[in-house]
Structure formats: structure tokens, C-alpha cells
């Protein structure tokens, strides 16, 4: 792999407080629309550097969830609780061959500090799914745990987000990896878990995979229970620890410890 513009005379005359909080509220729209114009050219460059390295990959995540359940789970672009700047915008959740993660965690370094900071995780491929595509099954991973998994219920769809065309995953499987990805279903999840199930349900998105079919990830999820019976009540409690602290102090916590955490995570699984 190859590795200012002048007020108008209306603004001028607003002095009444309502003309304030209606020009500061105009402001503040264009400025997460100029976000997320600057958020989707970084997208398109990652994923335009994967396909010219040859990296078979697939985006899940809110992205996934916002380009299958619709615009009412779409992310909040701007958010003034952010620590850093690549909090600002959501992040990049990627899977990748695990073969390929040098690579990516490079790339991503770049994004990270490049004129616009954007976060690329592919956490999820290095601790919860060796992707496989080039095989007939991939693995549902943690720590020793190896649960095989028809690589078949990864393969690349093409979908679109507010105009712009990623590839992604069925919306079903994507579906099942909230709480596969990770160990729980996070709070901050649950709007995006109900959209995207109520999506399927009414045919706005639509897969071609039965629930029997993505039933290995609950066999995966109970094995994963018997062998680390202490791993989703101590995931479960850093998460309602996280969530209990204020918004900014919440964004700190994470910005500094979650990097650190997934390191871990992956090294116990090499």
C-alpha cells in the first residue's frame, strides 16, 4: 500500500433586542452550514485517500446512522461544549482491515492537526471487528474472543449524505453493532438506535439482511458476557460517570482519556 461583509442598513436599525437575537441566531446557522460544507470535503478526502491506497473500507457510526435513518439524527456541527477542535464535528468512524491500521492511524494524525481537524476512528476494527472482506468470514473480536462472522454482512453500500455519496454498511448490521462496538448501547445512542430501527421498520431504509441473519451479533455479545462477565458493567459505569459531568468537563474527560482507553483495548486484542 502506497502509503466579512458589511451589516446590512436592517441590521444597522435592529436596536430592539429581538433583532439581535434573530441576526446572532442567522449568524450562528450559516456558520454550522459553512461547518458542515468544510466537514464533508474532509470526509470526501478520506475516503478518496482509502480508495487510492487500496484500502477496502466502510463508514459506520452517526454518519452511517444520519445517511440511512435521515436527517433527523444528523450531528451537530459547531458544538460549543467542544474541548478540541476535532470535537467540533463528529468523528470519522471507519472499518478498515486490521492489516491497514498503520496506515489509517497516520492519515488520521494528519487530519487531526490539518487547516480544518477532523477525527478518524477505526477503534472499532482494531478492537471489536477484524474486517476480512477479501474472505469468506470475518471475527467479532474482544480481548481473546474470536466469534466468526460472515464477512458478507460487511460488504460496502453506497449511500447518501446531504448530497454527498459514502460507503457504508446495510442499515440493519449497522444497526447491530450499537452495543456490538464498544460493549454498550450509550445514551447519547439511543435517538440514533430508535431512528434507524424505525427506518427500517417503515421501509425508508431498507436491507437486505433478515434479523435472523444478524443474530451472531447477540451470540457474539452473550459469549463475550460469560467470558468477561465484569467488561459491560465497567463500560456502562465510565459511560453514566461521563454523562453525569457537565457538557464541557464531559468533552475534557473524553478528548484525554478515550484515545488512551482504545489503545488498550486494542493492544489486548493483538
Known sequence: ????????GLLRRSAAPGGRVQAVRARGVSDQAQ????????????ELWLRDEGIP???IGSLACWAHAGHGVAPVFGRPEAFG??????NID?????AALDAVREYARAARSGPFPVAIDASGAACFIDLRPRSGQSYLTHRRLRFPVPSDLFAPRLAWLAGVEITTIDPRVLLHTFGTIG???RRKDAPKITALAGALESGVAVSRFSEDDCAVFARYAEERDSRYPRYRAFVRLVDEM???????????ARYWLMPAAKKTLARLNG
Open 94 to 98: 471507519v472499518l478498515v482491515p486490521r
Open 1 to 8: 500500500m502506497n502509503h466579512a461583509a458589511g451589516s446590512s
Open 183 to 185: 460493549g454498550i448501547v
Open 242 to 252: 461521563l454523562e453525569a459531568l457537565p457538557p464541557a468537563a464531559s468533552s475534557g
Open 35 to 46: 461547518m458542515q460544507e468544510r466537514f464533508l470535503r474532509e470526509l470526501g478526502a478520506a
Open 85 to 90: 477542535a476535532v470535537q467540533r464535528c463528529p
Open 57 to 59: 473500507h466502510v463508514l
